[in-house]
């Protein structure tokens, strides 16, 4: 198994510099990674650094709280999308789904969705499943069946619990099986990302990628 394939090698630190994302595109490079996942800020940069290798981009959309306005998150993806990025990773409206507004987040997953493949590209919906209940990500996860989004991940890595097994298994079995999974946060050992894959993540993320591998 070639974990590199699996990783979108992660850079979202608040205080992060172009100096940090040149050396995180030079080491996604250096060990395969299948991506680089960072800030809209440095997506332009990365695209100029990466263009010639097959490393893809993918950056962040109302990262990483999710309350932005649904217009203003469509924004974000066109504009990161026309500076180079590959794939989005959208995070849904937490509020709306702890207040059970459903057709809010079909028209806000919709959106997002239809955004993204307009311009050719791939959207990773984040669901933040350590705030949800089972029946919130249930009713999310068949909004996600009936939108079409390509992948579907746990967490930010930056609000409540990261990935388990458990969760991968559980979005594998309520998803549509084209919809793929990303697993983020506190995925930090080779052991773990092996077991993250065997439960059914398509892809990682991780911001100590090197040190995984």
């Given at each position: 198994?070639n974990?590199?394939?699996?990783?979108?090698?992660?850079?979202?630190?608040?205080?992060?510099?172009?100096?940090d994302?040149?050396l995180?595109?030079?080491?996604?490079?250096?060990?395969?990674?299948?991506?680089?996942?960072i800030?809209p800020?440095?997506?332009?940069?990365?695209?100029?650094?990466?263009?010639?290798?097959p490393?893809?981009?993918?950056?962040v959309?109302?990262?990483?709280?999710?309350?932005?306005?649904?217009?203003?998150?469509?924004?974000?993806?066109?504009?990161?999308?026309?500076?180079?990025?590959?794939?989005?990773?959208?995070v849904i409206?937490?509020?709306?789904?702890?207040?059970?507004?459903?057709?809010?987040?079909?028209?806000?997953?919709?959106?997002?969705?239809?955004?993204?493949?307009?311009?050719?590209?791939s959207?990773?919906?984040?669901l933040?499943?350590?705030?949800?209940?089972?029946?919130?990500?249930?009713?999310?996860?068949?909004?996600?069946?009936?939108t079409?989004?390509?992948?579907?991940?746990?967490?930010?890595?930056?609000?409540?619990?990261?990935?388990?097994?458990?969760?991968?298994?559980?979005?594998?079995?309520?998803?549509?099986?084209?919809?793929?999974?990303?697993?983020?946060?506190?995925?930090?050992?080779?052991?773990?990302?092996?077991?993250l894959?065997?439960?059914?993540?398509?892809?990682?993320?991780?911001?100590?990628?090197?040190?995984?591998?």
């Open positions: 198994m974990v590199a394939n699996f990783i979108d090698h992660t850079l979202l630190r608040p205080d992060c510099t172009a100096r994302l040149e995180l595109c030079q080491e996604a490079i250096e060990h395969g990674f299948h991506a680089v996942c800030p800020f440095f997506v332009g940069q990365a695209s100029r650094i990466l263009e010639r290798h490393t893809r981009i993918a950056t959309i109302g990262f990483p709280l999710g309350y932005s306005a649904v217009a203003a998150k469509i924004e974000e993806i066109k504009r990161a999308i026309n500076e180079g990025a590959d794939e989005v990773d959208a409206n937490i509020c709306a789904a702890k207040s059970a507004q459903w057709s809010y987040l079909r028209n806000e997953i919709d959106g997002m969705t239809t955004a993204a493949h307009m311009k050719g590209k959207i990773k919906l984040i933040e499943t350590g705030l949800l209940t089972k029946t919130e990500i249930k009713r999310l996860c068949d909004i996600c069946n009936d079409g989004v390509d992948y579907v991940k746990n967490a930010t890595g930056f609000n409540a619990e990261g990935a388990t097994t458990e969760i991968v298994e559980s979005l594998r079995k309520l998803l549509s099986p084209e919809i793929k999974i990303k697993a983020a946060g506190g995925v930090r050992t080779a052991e773990f990302a092996r077991e894959i065997k439960a059914g993540a398509d892809r990682l993320g991780s911001s100590t990628s090197v040190l995984l591998l």
